[in-house]
C-alpha cells in the first residue's frame, strides 16, 4: 500500500531547517512585540533584546567561517567593534539633523562595508594559513584592531574632521564633538538601535548566509573544507572560495556591531576583546557547526542565560559554566547520541507510518 | 599511432626530484583523442607522481607537459582542471560532508557559473543555471547508477559506488582528458568487469581520453590502447598490451630474477 503522501516542501528535506530558523526569529519578534506593549517585559529584559540580535547576527556569521567553511576564526569581535566604532562615528557625524531611521540604516551598512574591506584585508595574508595557524593569526589580529581602536582620537568641529592616534587633545572649535576618545570609546551617542531593526537584520543575514550556502559558492566552500586537494582538482579557487566565506563573515559582524554600538550611549573598545571572540564562538560550536538554526538557539539561551542568573549572584558563573558542559556532552557524548537517535528513530517510525513511507 | 588523431598529452623528458631523490626521469609519453592509455609499474615506481604533476599538484623538475598543443609550464592544478584535465585519487577522496549529488555538482563549478551575489539575491540567472546544474548532475549520476543514493552522505556509500562517484563528479567538470588512479582497487573480480565496461562507455559518451594507473593486469591488458610502464622512476618499455606482454624487461621488473 503505497499512499505517498507529500510532505509540504518548506518542511521537507534541506528547507526544513531554513523554514525553522526563519520561524524561531519571527515568532520571538512577534511575542516580544506584543509583551512589551502590554508592559509584561521587565526592563532588564528589554535592555537585553538588541544585544540578543547582535550576537545573532555576529554568531550566524561566525558559523559561515567556522561552521561551513572549516577555518577557526577566533577574530570575530573585532570586525564587530569595526562595525561598531565606524557607525558611532558616522552617526555622529550625521546629526540629528538626519532622521534617526535613515541613520540607523546608514550606519549599519557603512559598518558593515568597512568590516567587510578589513576582513578582506586581514583574509589576505589570514587565509594562506590553515588550522592553528589561521586561529593565531585571527586572534592576534583582534588585539591588534582592539589596540588600534583605544588609541584614536576622532572629533568634529565647524572646520571638519580631526583625527589622531597620538594627541589626546585634539583641538576642536567650540561646538565641536568628540566622537572617539581613545580608551574611554564612543559617548554621548544618540541611541537608535531598534528591535525590530536587529530582528530585520537577523532575518537579512539568514537569508543571504542561507542563499550562499545552498548555491555553487557554498558547495565549494564546502568541498573545499571536506578535501582541499580534490577540490582543486574540480577547478575550485580554494582561496577565493575561503575569502568570499571570510568576508561574508565579517561583514555581517561589522552589521551586527554597527546595531550594537549605536544602542548603548557609551561604547569601549574593551566590550570587543579576546572573550568576545571566544563567546561569539561558544555559541556557534554549542549551537552546532554549519547549522544556524542551533546557533540561533544557542546564542539567545547563553546571553539570557548569565542575565537571568544575577538574583544567585557568586553562583551565577558556576551554572554557566555546568549549563556549558551539559550541552556538550549531550551534543557530543557518543552514548548519550546513540541513546537520542533510538529515542528519535522510535518516534520517526510512528511518524514514517502516519507518511505512508513504509508499505 | 593514427595519423588523423590529435595528440591531448605530449609529455618530453618529464622528471621531478623530492631533495636528492629523482623520483620520475626522462618519461616522454602522448595520449590521443579517444585513447584509452595504462600506465603500469611495480609498486614505487613513481606512477601517482606522474599524475600529481600532469595536475600539477607537484611542479615538474624537468621537461614539459603539453595539453592541447598548449604548454602548461605556468599552470596551477585549477588552471588545469579548467584546461581540461580531471582526476580520480588513488585513496577516494569525495567530499563527504556533502551528498552524492551535491559532490556531483561541485564538479560543474568551472563550468556552469554565476556569481555569489545572484545566488544571495535569487536572480533569474541562479535559477537557471542551477537547473542545467541539476539536470545534468542527475543525468551522470544514472550513467553511474548512483539515482538511488543522491541525497545520502557521500561518506556513507559503500567503497565502489563511492569510486563511481568520484568518476561522475570527474566528469562532471568536463574533460578532455580524464586520469584515473587505480579505479579498480579493492574491486571483486566482478566489480572489475562492470567498471571495464564503465570506462569505455565514459569514452565513448563523453569524448574524453583516459590516461589510467592499474594493478589488475586484466583490466589494463583488456581495455588498454597502449601501455607505458614505469619502474624506479625511468620508463621501461611503451607498446600495445601484447607488445608489453612480451616484453623481457616488463617481466623481469614485475617477476624478479
Given at each position: 500500500m503505497k499512499t505517498k503522501m507529500k510532505m509540504p516542501a518548506l518542511l521537507s528535506g534541506k528547507y526544513r531547517g531554513r523554514t525553522v530558523s526563519y520561524s524561531i526569529v519571527l515568532v520571538s519578534w512577534l511575542i516580544l512585540e506584543v509583551m512589551m506593549h502590554t508592559g509584561n517585559l521587565s526592563s532588564l529584559f528589554t535592555s537585553l533584546l538588541v544585544p540578543v540580535c547582535c550576537y545573532v547576527v555576529a554568531a550566524i556569521g561566525l558559523n559561515l567561517n567556522?561552521?561551513?567553511?572549516g577555518e577557526l576564526n577566533l577574530g570575530q569581535a573585532c570586525f564587530m567593534s569595526v562595525g561598531a566604532f565606524t557607525a558611532v562615528c558616522l552617526s555622529g557625524s550625521l546629526g540629528?539633523?538626519?532622521p534617526s531611521l535613515a541613520r540607523l540604516i546608514l550606519s549599519i551598512v557603512a559598518g558593515a562595508l568597512v568590516a567587510t574591506v578589513f576582513g578582506i584585508l586581514i583574509g589576505i595574508p589570514v587565509l594562506k594559513l590553515e588550522g592553528d595557524y589561521l586561529a593565531i593569526v585571527t586572534l592576534a589580529f583582534g588585539q591588534i584592531v582592539k589596540s588600534l581602536i583605544t588609541n584614536m582620537y576622532f572629533g568634529i568641529d565647524s572646520n571638519g574632521f580631526h583625527f589622531s592616534f597620538v594627541d589626546n587633545n585634539v583641538s576642536l572649535a567650540a561646538g565641536g564633538k568628540m566622537l572617539l576618545n581613545g580608551p574611554m570609546g564612543a559617548t554621548g551617542t544618540d541611541r537608535i538601535s531598534t528591535f525590530t531593526a536587529g530582528i530585520i537584520l537577523i532575518i537579512l543575514s539568514l537569508i543571504v548566509v542561507y542563499h550562499l550556502i545552498y548555491s555553487r559558492s557554498g558547495r565549494a566552500i564546502m568541498a573545499a573544507r571536506d578535501n582541499r586537494i580534490a577540490a582543486e582538482s574540480v577547478g575550485i579557487a580554494i582561496f577565493k572560495t575561503k575569502m568570499l566565506a571570510f568576508g561574508v563573515s565579517s561583514c555581517l559582524a561589522g552589521a551586527a556591531g554597527a546595531l550594537y554600538g549605536l544602542n548603548y550611549s557609551t561604547l569601549v573598545?574593551?566590550?570587543?576583546?579576546f572573550n568576545t571572540s571566544i563567546l561569539l564562538l561558544v555559541y556557534v560550536v554549542l549551537g552546532g557547526l554549519g547549522n544556524m538554526t542551533g546557533t540561533i538557539i544557542a546564542t539567545i539561551v547563553l546571553v539570557l542565560l548569565p542575565e537571568l542568573l544575577r538574583s544567585m549572584q557568586d553562583y551565577r558563573m558556576l551554572i554557566y559554566a555546568i549549563v556549558l558542559i551539559l550541552i556538550m556532552l549531550l551534543t557530543n557524548n557518543e552514548t548519550i547520541r546513540v541513546w537520542g537517535q533510538k529515542l528519535k528513530n522510535r518516534f520517526m517510525t510512528k511518524g514514517g507510518a502516519a507518511h505512508g513511507r513504509e508499505s | 599511432m593514427e595519423e588523423n588523431r590529435k595528440p591531448v598529452l605530449q609529455v618530453s623528458e618529464l622528471g621531478i626530484d623530492f631533495g636528492g631523490l629523482s623520483a620520475v626521469n626522462g618519461l616522454n609519453m602522448e595520449v590521443y583523442e579517444g585513447e584509452i592509455v595504462g600506465l603500469i609499474g611495480p609498486n614505487g615506481a613513481g606512477k601517482t607522481t606522474v599524475f600529481n604533476m600532469l595536475t600539477k599538484v607537484y611542479q615538474p623538475t624537468r621537461g614539459t607537459i603539453f595539453f592541447d598543443g598548449v604548454?602548461?609550464?605556468?599552470?596551477t592544478v585549477v588552471d588545469m582542471n579548467h584546461a581540461g584535465v580531471a582526476r580520480t585519487f588513488q585513496n577516494i577522496r569525495l567530499f563527504g560532508g556533502l551528498s552524492v549529488i551535491d559532490n556531483v555538482k561541485t564538479g560543474f563549478h568551472g563550468r556552469i557559473t554565476y556569481s555569489p551575489l545572484s545566488a544571495v539575491l535569487r536572480l533569474p540567472v541562479y535559477r537557471a543555471k542551477e537547473r542545467e546544474i541539476e539536470e545534468r548532475s542527475r543525468e551522470l549520476l544514472e550513467v553511474f547508477g548512483l539515482t538511488e543514493e543522491a541525497d545520502q552522505l557521500a561518506s556513507n556509500l559503500p567503497y565502489g559506488a563511492q569510486r563511481r562517484l568520484e568518476i561522475a563528479r570527474a566528469l562532471a567538470t568536463e574533460p578532455r582528458l580524464l586520469l584515473l588512479d587505480e579505479p579498480a582497487a579493492g574491486m571483486n573480480p566482478q566489480e572489475t568487469e562492470e567498471l571495464m565496461a564503465m570506462i569505455r562507455l565514459v569514452r565513448d559518451r563523453f569524448h574524453t581520453s583516459i590516461l589510467l594507473i592499474e594493478h589488475d593486469m586484466k583490466l589494463v591488458m583488456g581495455i588498454c590502447e597502449r601501455i607505458t610502464v614505469l619502474n624506479y622512476g625511468m620508463m621501461l618499455a611503451q607498446g600495445t598490451p601484447e607488445e608489453i606482454q612480451a616484453n623481457p624487461e616488463v617481466i623481469k621488473a614485475y617477476l624478479g630474477d
Open positions: 567556522v561552521g561551513i567553511s540629528p539633523a538626519v573598545p574593551a566590550k570587543f576583546d | 604548454d602548461t609550464a605556468k599552470k
